[in-house]
Antibody, heavy 123, light 106 residues
Framework: QVQLRESGPGLVRPSQTLSLTCSVSGDSISGASYYWNWIRQHPGKGLEWLGYINYSGTTYYNPSLQGRVFISVDTSKNQFSLKLFSVTAADTAVFFC???????????????WGPGTLVTVSS | IVLTQSPGTLSLSPGERATLSCRASRHVSTTYLAWYQQKPGQAPRLLIYDASSRAIGTPDRFSGSGSGTDFTLTISRLEPEDFAMYYCQQYGSSPLTFGGGTKVEI
């Protein structure tokens, strides 16, 4: 059974870069053709999909982020990572990593989620 | 595609039937819609995919229906553990989007 867990700083200064890593266990990122996603949830609000990556590095980002997001993968560590540039207080959120449920299909539902990590943007 | 969930809050008692709506601003291709349950401090949990298919472990009191722009999640008889937030998500077109959620409260 696949398990995901987010890690990274809980506090980021405004205008800096938010960096998070998702560690995957129970499944090999390079061994299957799943898509690995980042999703965030502003405090008390709904969910916003940020983007995905697959084992070969193919990415797609939510246009609403206007080029501020970058997702990478490290198959040797079985991890994928998120960078969000030029953050403001409006980027304060719980960030989740999640696996797309269907192999070889980037647009799908999410069947496995990390527990989430709160990132606060504040000086 | 913008997903609008209604009502925002549903106040019911255990044993009652819950009907949650998810309306899309454009046609969702091929019933590509999922439902999730989220409890405070937890990640969302998949309940339904492809509009009406139950995920592994989803009790059969949960059912999904609909197509096109109108989708429904029905909980036939509410159990105490069903009081939570519920979100719909479409994956028929980019970007993937979620609804704003419905809170089912006692």
């Amino acid at each position: 059974q696949v398990q995901l867990r987010e890690s990274g700083p809980g506090l980021v200064r405004p205008s800096q870069t938010l960096s998070l890593t998702c560690s995957v266990s129970g499944d090999s990122i390079s061994g299957a053709s799943y898509y690995w996603n980042w999703i965030r949830q502003h405090p008390g609000k709904g969910l916003e999909w940020l983007g995905y990556i697959n084992y070969s590095g193919t990415t797609y980002y939510n246009p609403s982020l206007q080029g501020r997001v970058f997702i990478s993968v490290d198959t040797s560590k079985n991890q994928f990572s998120l960078k969000l540039f030029s953050v403001t207080a409006a980027d304060t959120a719980v960030f989740f990593c999640a696996r797309g449920a269907t192999e070889r299909r980037p647009h799908t539902w999410f069947d496995s989620w990390g527990p989430g990590t709160l990132v606060t943007v504040s000086s | 595609i913008v997903l609008t969930q209604s009502p925002g809050t549903l106040s019911l008692s255990p044993g009652e039937r819950a009907t949650l709506s998810c309306r899309a601003s454009r046609h969702v291709s091929t019933t590509y819609l999922a439902w999730y349950q989220q409890k405070p401090g937890q990640a969302p949990r998949l309940l339904i995919y492809d509009a009406s298919s139950r995920a592994i472990g989803t009790p059969d009191r949960f059912s999904g229906s609909g197509s096109g722009t109108d989708f429904t999640l029905t909980i036939s008889r509410l159990e105490p553990e069903d009081f939570a937030m519920y979100y719909c998500q479409q994956y028929g077109s980019s970007p993937l989007t979620f609804g704003g959620g419905t809170k089912v409260e006692i």
